[in-house]
Each structure stands twice: as C-alpha cells, then as structure tokens.
C-alpha cells in the first residue's frame, strides 16, 4: 500500500533528478534531495558552511602572522652566510637532525653573548691600564715632605712642671692630676686605658681654670720640634733648623699621633703658591740630614700607643697631611737611619682625561663644582673623616685640620677633653669609615726603603757631619735621600677604546657563527622588509582564496533558505 506522500515525494526526486543542467564544470549543481530529508541537510550544510566561513577567516590572525615568521626564517636561512644556518632550511634537514644543528648554533650563540659580556664589562669598569713610561729627572717631582712624631702625647717630666705652675680647682689634687693628664691623648686614638667620665671633667676644668686650650696643654705637655732637633744638614750644608726659611725649616704640625714637627711642609695651596721645592743631588748626602736627640723623653710618658725610646717618621707628598696610609719609619736611639726614597709619577694621557669620572678611576679639579686647583686624595680623605666627627661627636678636634675658606660652612667648636669619651666610643667606626676618594689623575707617591747602623761612620768618616755633637746612646741620625737621578714614570692609557671594543666584539661574533657586519645587516633587512613583505602577501593570498570560496558559501546558504513549492 503506497501512501499519498510518499507518492508525491518519490514524483518531487524524479523531478529533480530530470531537471536539465547547463554544461559549464564550475557551475552550481544542486545535489538532489528528498523533501523528507531537507530540514537534516539544511541543518548539517548550515553548520558546515559557517564552520569553513570561520576557518577561512581565522587564518588571517594568529595563523598568518606564524605562516610569514616561517617563511622568512626558511628564506634568510637559504641565503645567510651564517654557519649552521643551511641545515636549518626545510628540505636539507629534518627531525632529531635539525634539533641537533639547532641546539649546536643557540649554544654557540649563547657563548658569543658571554664574550660580549665580558668584553663590555670590561670597557665600563677599566678601560684604561698603567704603563711603564720612560724615566724622569729628580727636578720633576718635588722632594717629599717629612713629619716626626714622639708616640707620647703626655711627658711625664713636663706634666710635673706643668702640675707645679697651675691651679688646682675645688677637690683636685696634684697625684689627681698628674695621673689624670694622659687623658690629652685620646684625641690622637692611641691611648690604651679606657677613660672614666669624671676623670676627663677634672682636667677639663684644669685648663679652664688656668686659661689653656687643649692645643696650649699639647704644646705644654708634649714634644715640639726644638725639644729633639739638634743638628740639620742639606745637601751638605748646614742650616738653621728653625729658620723660617720658605723650604728650608722644621714647624710644628699635627697629625694622628698628636703633636709633631715637619719638614717642606705646605699644605692647603692655591695655584702655584707655597710650591714645594725640588732637588738636583742624590744619594747619601744629597738630601736631608738631621741629628736628634731623645733626651730627656727616652722612656718617659705613658699617653701613646708605644713605649717606645725613639721617634716615628713618616714622608708624603710636601701638599698633603700625614695619614696612616703615609709609609712609616722608626727612628730609633743610638742608631743611623738611611731613609731611600722612591717617587713615582703617574699621569694620564688626553684620551683618558677625555672618559667620564667612573671609567677613568681618577679625579682632576674641573670634576669639582666650583673647579678645585689642587685636588689631593690624602685630602679628600681627611676631610671625610673631620665630617665624620663632626657629624657624631658635634666639636673639631685639635689633632685634625680646620676646612679651608673655601669649603668653611657653619663653625664647629673646639672638642673639650670630656669630648674624647666619644672618639673612644666610637674608634671602630671610624676605622671603618668608607670615603668614596678616587686618586688624582696627575699625582707624584713616594715609597721608602731603609737601613739601619750602629754609629761606626763618625770612627771612619772624615764628613764634618759626625763632628758636631757627642753621639751617645740617645742621639739618633736620619738621612733621607734620593738614590737615583731619575724616576719611574706611569702614564695611564686607554686599551679599550670604542674601535677596539667592536673589534673584539667582531671577533668574538666570528669565532662563534662566523656573523660580520653584512651578517647583521641581513638580520635587520630580513626583520625590517622581508617580513613585512610576506605578510602583505601571504594576506593578499589568503583574501584571493577567500573572494573565491565567498560565492559558493553564499549558494549554499541560498538554496538551504529557500524551500521549494512542491504541489501535492
């Protein structure tokens, strides 16, 4: 039995399937349905046409952008002179063959960067290096300066004339205060007990009372410079000792041992004012002898930090305060002290000069605001130090020099003796102070080497020098001396300049890929154009394939939309 639609649905397929078609190959053909089938084929043709629409579109994003990256990678590695690169094209290798060529070049490449690395830390931290440069004549560098110390602050022989000339404030006593004026000496960081409070307020009121500043008490109770000069010699010559000549003479200076005496000593200069001098002898007797004395200080005094019978001698530059870094020489009783100095020049070339401050390691004055004249590393120090204490202990102390005019700000007062409570309490800090003071790029250090003689010379030598005084056993002599007419000279140089840094980077890029300068311009064309290039089209192809498939894709949903008549 045939039902009525089945009928009339097996007429509509004869129908259609008879409909005459024109000839042309690329022209619509509707595939033939049953009615009974169109609302499945209308769903599943529905679903797939916007799934291609979809794909079709979605290429242009992601996908086309990764297709160029490819394309040119596979382009530059067909024609790059980079070595490794031709077994990365994608039909010369493949699988474990090209992992194996591509981890080869990313570790070389990896090693190339270290070496730039490398190589440009190098041209930041030290681009420049010391040489030896030809020797100097002696008349180019200055004859140092010389500074004496007695390691004792207090003398015990003069505190007891001190103690016998003064008055004594409400509840002090003379063994009180003889015991107590050690005390002057923890200024100078050297004392070896730890003071008491009270203590150093009896002496403050001492000198209050009696009308002395600390300085005065120093110079009342400590060595100066005529209590152990006897006999001076330069170049020879006799001079007066005490003269007050422009080179030749001793004055009273300070230092971190407290009150000393110094020869060709000019610090705090202006221009050429106060130049120190220069010598054109050398050897033995071509510089300064001096004959001393320790009497009656030998072993007397109990304020330093040395129990010591002798003296301490330190040379520095004739501009610079003597500091611990200074090279030190003991002068001991009853002997002959040859005191050899050896200067060095350093300077630096223009090319140098011409780095920034944090390449060339040096200072010169125009890196000052306002621009210094004379600027010294010894100085920058010190300085550093004086606002160290001043900062934590609010006084200056009278072993340290006073700032300049130039750099005077607000006035500090004089530290009392109550005030050494905070040196003592303080003394690791200040050893510890870090002071950023670079050297100064034209600078003139001395180094010495020293013999030391019983005195045999004055029993042999017919130099009239040894016939001045009696020598006993607490006379001592120093010569300190020139031993060569010339001198070594440093120049600093520059040995990573901006030519040789990219030498080497060239260098260290060849040795790891074989990449030039051409080799980097590739890589930039590449990146620049070529990419550009194929992406503009790779897209005006995908766009061609999409105006292609469009038309179809509107067919489609064309006949799904449209239901045919059927009669019945």
């Known amino acids: 039995m045939t039902l009525p639609h089945q009928t009339v649905d097996d007429e509509q397929g004869r129908n259609l399937t008879n409909m005459d078609t024109p000839p042309a190959s690329d022209s619509f053909r509707p595939k033939p349905v049953r009615v009974s089938q169109l609302p499945h084929y ?178 009342k109770l400590g060595m100066i410079c005529e209590d152990f000069i006897v006999i001076c010699y330069w170049a020879g010559k006799k001079f007066p000792c005490f003269d007050r000549h422009a080179f030749l003479g001793w004055v009273g200076s300070t230092s971190h041992y407290g009150a000393c005496c110094s020869f060709n000593y000019h610090p705090n200069v202006k221009g050429d004012r106060s130049m120190p001098f220069a010598i054109n002898t050398y050897g033995i007797h071509g510089g300064l002898s001096v004959v001393g004395t320790g009497y009656p200080q030998a072993s007397d005094g109990k304020s330093g930090a040395l129990y010591s019978e002798g003296f301490m001698l330190m040379i520095h530059h004739p501009h610079d305060f003597a500091v611990e870094a200074s090279p030190l020489t003991l002068l001991r009783l009853g002997k002959e002290t040859f005191v050899n100095v050896l200067p060095t020049d350093s300077r630096c070339s223009e090319q140098v000069l011409a780095l920034p401050q944090n390449q060339r390691s040096c200072l010169v004055g125009r890196d000052f605001q306002p621009p210094i004249v004379n600027y010294r590393q010894p100085a920058c120090t010190l300085e550093c130090l004086r606002n160290e204490v001043h900062r934590k202990c609010g006084c200056h102390p009278f072993h340290l020099p006073r700032q300049t005019e130039a750099g005077k700000g607000r006035e500090i007062r004089n530290c009392t003796v109550y005030d050494s409570m905070c040196f003592v309490e303080n003394y690791y800090m200040f050893k510890r102070l870090k002071c950023h003071c670079l050297p100064a790029c034209s600078d003139v250090t001395y180094k010495t080497a020293s013999i030391e003689l019983d005195f045999a010379a004055k029993n042999f030598s017919i130099n009239p020098f040894y016939k001045e005084t ?42 790891c890929l074989g990449i030039s300068v051409l080799s980097l311009c590739e890589i930039l064309f590449c990146i620049v154009f070529r990419i550009r290039k194929s992406y503009h089209r790779l897209k005006q192809q995908h766009e061609q394939r999409v105006k292609l498939v469009a038309p179809i894709a509107r067919l489609q949903r064309f006949d799904l939309n449209s239901k045919p008549r059927i009669k019945i």
């Open 42 to 219: 209308q769903q599943s043709n529905h679903e797939g046409a916007g799934k291609f629409g979809r794909d079709a579109y979605r290429i242009g994003s992601g996908r086309l952008l990764w297709n160029t990256l490819k394309e040119t990678f596979y382009e530059f590695a067909s024609i790059s002179k980079i070595h490794g690169m031709h077994y990365l094209q994608k039909h010369v290798t493949g699988g474990l063959m090209r992992l194996l060529w591509i981890l080869i070049i990313a570790a070389f490449f990896a090693f190339g960067v270290a070496l730039i690395f490398l190589l440009w830390q190098k041209f930041i931290d030290s681009p420049t290096r010391m040489t030896i440069a030809s020797e100097m004549k002696i008349m180019q560098v200055p004859f140092p300066g010389v500074t004496i110390c007695h390691p004792q602050s207090v003398m015990d022989y003069k505190a007891q004339r001190f103690v016998d000339s003064i008055k004594f404030p409400l509840g002090a006593t003379k063994d009180s205060i003889l015991k107590n004026l050690p005390s002057l000496g923890y200024f100078t960081e050297h004392q070896w007990m730890f003071p008491r409070p009270q203590d150093l307020s009896m002496i403050d009121k001492v000198l209050q009372l009696n009308n002395y500043t600390i300085e005065q008490a120093i110079d």
């Open 470 to 511: 009696n020598l006993t056993n607490f006379e001592f002599i120093f010569h300190i001396f020139m031993s060569n007419q010339v001198v070594a000279a440093n120049r600093r140089i520059v040995v990573v300049s901006w030519i040789s840094l990219l030498s080497n980077l060239g260098g260290a890029f060849s040795l």
